[in-house]
């Protein structure tokens, strides 16, 4: 079987360096909001190239936080995208606000700001665009029209670790950028862990009231809080992969360029990628019009696959309150009948890159 992820390569790579940075962490005896948390936030802050950055207990929470902290409220409005994982709009729900769905642009998936305008409204108060499989949205004309309504922009960077934006990092670019350390990240952690990015002392701040109760100091509660902390072994132990990051960052570039010349002239299209984003390719992500097909073609190959995502958010059974029709949403709609992740990771071998290629090649 070939794996779409496979955590335990990346592990017995840098195996001592992370048993050491747990070992000390246990030693420490100290395990929430530390040593480790505070070097790690300045490390991420600086690889970022922001001032700020506060760690929470998952991607999902930062970019609630983050719209708390921005001032949404019950009632309020959030301009995103429908093809996202639904952690997304979870964070909207979560501070009761009302997702509003734009289209995607078909070759990069992520937010077409041609589209963001007409879906302003009185109750607008900010806009989450998602950076997608690892290449950044376009973020000028985004930022743009956020500045001429007044609205706060909270980058979704939870698939972007090191993606670049017109040579700058994105999740450094708006009010707040949101990234997630779950396992299978570019930049994963043993278990949930996120962290929220910001250039703004007062935000930075409030979300580090936020994520622990309100409290400046213990048992003192100035504002209504939650509880929401990345903790020390997971700070140790991205601390130890931040180190690596770049380095397995090209390492997926250069694998998703073997893959670009083995599947040219097959029946799927490869990824597209924009001149302003530097992808970092978090997913390798494909199209074919006979997509669940080919998919179970590659399984019975044993070859692992994903769809990210196949159902949008607006066709969720959970969203039907929304109100918003199949049909709504058309470019989104067929992307998400389309496309397929293949298998991508820092360690996967050439002979399996060349065997899934073969695969694809023989449905052909």
Not at 77 to 101: D, H, L
């Amino acid at each position: 079987m070939i794996p779409i992820f496979d955590a335990k390569r990346q592990y017995q790579a840098i195996k001592r360096e992370i048993d050491e940075a747990i070992k000390r962490t246990i030693d420490s005896g100290w395990f929430i909001l530390g040593e480790n948390l505070r070097n790690f936030e300045k490390a991420f802050a600086d690889y970022l190239g922001a001032k700020f950055a506060v760690g929470v207990g998952s991607g999902t929470e930062a970019l609630h936080l983050a719209l708390v902290a921005a001032g949404v409220k019950a009632g309020d409005e959030v301009i995103t995208v429908a093809n996202t994982a639904v952690p997304t709009i979870s964070a909207i729900s979560f501070a009761n606000a009302k997702p509003v769905f734009v289209e995607i642009d078909p070759d990069f998936y992520t937010m077409d700001p041609q589209h963001i305008e007409s879906k302003i409204t009185e109750k607008t108060k900010a806009i989450i665009p998602v950076h997608l499989y690892g290449q950044s949205a376009d973020m000028d004309p985004i930022l743009a029209v956020a500045k001429k309504h007044g609205l706060k922009v909270i980058e979704d960077a939870c698939q972007a670790h090191g993606t670049e934006y017109k040579g700058k990092k994105a999740g450094a670019l708006g009010d707040f950028g949101c990234f997630s350390f779950y396992p299978s990240k570019n930049l994963g952690g043993y278990g949930d862990g996120g962290i929220c990015v910001t250039n703004n002392a007062d935000y930075a701040e409030k979300i580090l009231l936020l994520r622990n109760y309100g409290q400046k100091e213990r048992y003192h509660h100035n504002i209504e809080g939650f509880n929401s902390r990345l903790d020390e072994i997971q700070a140790a132990v991205l601390s130890v992969k931040l180190r690596h990051l770049d380095a397995w960052n090209s390492k997926r570039r250069e694998l998703a360029k073997t893959y670009d010349k083995l599947l040219g002239g097959t029946s799927v299209s490869i990824p597209g990628k924009a001149e302003y984003s530097e992808h970092i390719f978090h997913l390798y992500v494909i199209r074919s019009k006979n997509r669940d097909d080919l998919q179970k073609h590659l399984k019975d190959k044993g070859i692992s696959t994903n769809i990210h995502y196949p159902i949008p958010v607006h066709l969720q059974e959970a969203y039907k309150h929304l109100g918003i029709k199949r049909g709504d949403l058309p470019v989104t709609e067929k992307c998400a009948q389309e496309i397929l992740s293949l298998p991508l990771f820092p360690e996967l071998r050439d002979k399996e890159i060349e065997a899934v290629a073969e695969a694809i090649k023989s449905f052909s």
